[in-house]
């Protein structure tokens, strides 16, 4: 649970406090508790939301804006060009860490948390189309990072 708050916050200290709050939180709410989901994905559910709460609260000024706009790239060519080379687990973090914020928390909540298109729409109020553009954006902003780190050590 901290470890996933403090992927989309990036700070510890507030991470541990969301984690904090989100256990108080499932513990004050637990009869709203339904069982449909294991209790784990439940209270992994409370901490993204909190911590998004929190990180919208950081960035309250500093507003991005998505915008559809049809890319020309499909996102199974970026997939499969990840295929082809090999990073270190490592390498991806620091890589997907110095994305902007946006493409950071998509990748984040895709890549690593397992959530799928339509969940990440739900959690961050997008519409489907918005968050496959910007994830497709995100992979392929991803994908030069690492190849421009790969050059650099050459």
């Not at 939180?25 to 993204?48: D, H, N, Q, Y």
């Amino acid at each position: 649970m901290y470890n996933t708050s403090y992927r989309i916050l990036r700070d510890e200290y507030e991470a541990e406090d969301i984690m904090q709050e989100a256990f108080l939180t499932a513990f004050t709410k637990i009869e709203s508790f339904k069982g449909e989901v294991s209790f784990g994905a439940w209270l992994k559910k409370i901490v993204i939301n909190k911590s998004l709460t929190q990180l919208k609260k950081n960035i309250k000024y500093r507003e991005v804006k998505l915008e559809i706009v049809p890319t020309t790239e499909t996102e199974e060519e970026t997939e499969a060009s990840f295929v082809n080379t090999t990073y270190q687990a490592k390498e991806i973090m620091q890589a997907i860490n110095s994305l902007k914020e946006n493409y950071r928390l998509v990748l984040t909540l895709n890549f690593i948390e397992g959530y799928d298109y339509e969940e990440i729409a739900s959690i961050l109020n997008y519409s489907n189309e918005n968050v496959r553009t910007t994830i497709s954006r995100a992979k392929k902003k991803l994908k030069e990072i690492l190849q421009y780190n790969e050059f650099k050590y050459y």
